[in-house]
């Protein structure tokens, strides 16, 4: 079945405890994305990548880090994460078009919550 | 830089009514409009995309959008609503022109009446 995996789907921490959120795809897709979900905010992206070593920032990509050393993990790390990074997070992957980003597969969500 | 702006947070429909939910991009046509559906506790799953094929683009259950480019809208119609259709429905924009960043819009929740 294809599809993209998130983990974990819930999590509660204290400010300043690194953390990272996997995310994995097996469609042999080379674009992924970060996004976060906000009431009101609609999706923010947070960051994307291309391909393998491939990255690049979204709009909000503060705080967050990423990389990409293999085609279908796209692990989204919180250095030091704080009480605004607070939010429900969703991988999701695609197909390259050489026109811009085709249609995108979501994973379930990740709700963070960060005191 | 591209954006997206849905008019309306909420939107109430009766049960048989005509469903509308708009979404308007800014003034340079992107290469794809998508509109996708997320049902509660879900993540957000594709209902159509514009690729410039078509103005009128047909999704999954029953509804379907129209491009127009005069008035830089991409609306979302299904003529006869049902229950099962609550959700909130995102536009969005691949950002085209080179860059591969993906803009939605702020999103309208759709709530149906008996």
């Known amino acids: 079945e294809a599809q993209v995996t998130q983990n974990p789907r819930y999590l509660i921490t204290v400010t300043g405890k690194k953390l990272t959120v996997t995310c994995s795809q097996n469609?042999?897709?080379?674009?992924m994305s970060w996004y976060r979900q906000d009431p009101g905010l609609g999706l923010r992206q947070i960051y994307y990548s291309m391909n393998v070593e491939v990255t690049d920032k979204g709009d909000v990509p503060e705080g967050y880090k990423v990389s990409r050393k293999e085609k279908r993990n796209f692990p989204l790390i919180l250095e030091s994460p704080s009480p605004n990074q607070t939010s429900l997070y969703f991988c999701?992957?695609?197909?390259?078009?050489?026109?811009?980003?085709?249609?995108?597969?979501f994973g379930p969500g990740t709700r963070l919550t960060v005191t | 830089a591209q954006s997206v702006t849905q008019l309306g947070s909420h939107v109430s429909v009766s049960e048989g009514a005509l469903v509308l939910l708009r979404c308007n991009y800014s003034?340079?046509?992107?290469?794809?409009l998508f509109w996708y559906v997320q049902y509660p506790n879900q993540g957000l799953q594709l209902l159509l995309k514009y690729t410039s094929a078509a103005t009128l683009v047909k999704g999954i259950n029953g509804f379907e959008a129209e491009f127009k480019k005069s008035e830089t809208s991409f609306h979302l119609t299904k003529p006869s609503a049902h229950m099962s259709d609550a959700a909130e429905y995102f536009c969005?924009?691949?950002?085209?022109?080179?860059?591969?960043?993906?803009?939605f819009g702020a999103g309208t929740r759709l709530f149906v009446k008996a």
């Open positions: 003034s340079s046509v992107p290469p794809y």
């Open positions: 969005a924009v691949s950002e085209g022109t080179g860059g591969f960043k993906t803009i």
């Open positions: 999701a992957s695609s197909r390259r078009s050489g026109q811009g980003t085709d249609e995108q597969y």
């Open positions: 469609m042999n897709h080379e674009y």
